[in-house]
């Protein structure tokens, strides 16, 4: 086992000035828009093995060191359905959340606001998603879940779920804002590489 000091970072979720972690838990490179496995529909999780729970502690680990809200494994470069949610920079004591092979079964109501995606950084657009969501799933220890959700969860778990059926929240625009997106992104990409 490896012990890991993590000095304090802006959005930290301790008041600590350092914390501690005795997991060997790893930050994982976090994919980017074009990457081919981020249009590509996920695979079922056939098996919630140590090899599993690794993973989801290093998305934990990944998506805290980088002050998300949620994460899906073919962010990190895992086609497998399986997603994390956790709310706790924004809503206090929001519980981590867990969905392995998650589907929505039900949706209510209309809203649009404002989204963005680790996977797509730097840029915010505002998106209509269902107000309400209620999903299920299989947590990390293999238990059937469900969940009803509304707000900041709903849209994330929908966020999150897209991105296991291979959609980023950018397919989501109209098609007139989605082309001016992709020519404004490709001009920063060309503009950092030739730095």
């Given at each position: 086992?490896?012990?890991?000091t993590?000095?304090?970072?802006?959005c930290?979720?301790?008041?600590q000035?350092?914390?501690?972690y005795?997991m060997?838990?790893a930050?994982?490179?976090?994919r980017?828009?074009p990457e081919?496995?981020?249009?590509?529909?996920?695979?079922p999780v056939?098996?919630i093995?140590?090899k599993?729970?690794?993973l989801i502690?290093?998305?934990?680990?990944?998506?805290?060191?980088v002050?998300g809200?949620?994460?899906?494994a073919?962010?990190?470069?895992?086609?497998?359905?399986l997603?994390?949610?956790?709310?706790s920079l924004?809503?206090?004591?929001?519980?981590?959340i867990v969905?392995?092979n998650p589907?929505?079964?039900?949706?209510?109501?209309?809203?649009e606001?404002?989204?963005?995606?680790?996977?797509?950084?730097?840029y915010?657009?505002?998106i209509?998603?269902?107000?309400?969501?209620?999903v299920?799933?299989?947590n990390r220890e293999g238990k059937?879940v469900g969940i009803?959700?509304e707000?900041?969860?709903?849209?994330?778990?929908q966020h999150?779920?897209d991105h296991?059926d291979?959609?980023l929240f950018?397919?989501?625009m109209?098609?007139i804002?989605?082309?001016?997106f992709k020519?404004?992104?490709?001009k920063?990409?060309?503009e950092v590489?030739?730095k």
């Amino acid at each position: 086992m490896r012990v890991i000091t993590v000095k304090k970072i802006q959005c930290s979720r301790t008041s600590q000035e350092e914390m501690v972690y005795t997991m060997s838990m790893a930050v994982l490179e976090i994919r980017k828009y074009p990457e081919k496995i981020l249009k590509q529909k996920t695979a079922p999780v056939l098996t919630i093995d140590g090899k599993t729970q690794m993973l989801i502690d290093d998305m934990v680990e990944t998506m805290r060191s980088v002050c998300g809200v949620g994460l899906a494994a073919n962010q990190v470069g895992i086609s497998q359905k399986l997603c994390i949610i956790d709310l706790s920079l924004r809503e206090n004591k929001a519980p981590l959340i867990v969905l392995i092979n998650p589907v929505i079964v039900e949706r209510e109501g209309i809203v649009e606001a404002d989204e963005g995606c680790l996977s797509v950084p730097g840029y915010l657009t505002s998106i209509k998603r269902a107000e309400k969501v209620y999903v299920r799933g299989v947590n990390r220890e293999g238990k059937d879940v469900g969940i009803e959700a509304e707000g900041l969860l709903a849209r994330a778990i929908q966020h999150e779920l897209d991105h296991l059926d291979g959609l980023l929240f950018i397919d989501r625009m109209s098609p007139i804002k989605r082309e001016f997106f992709k020519r404004r992104y490709k001009k920063q990409l060309k503009e950092v590489k030739g730095k």
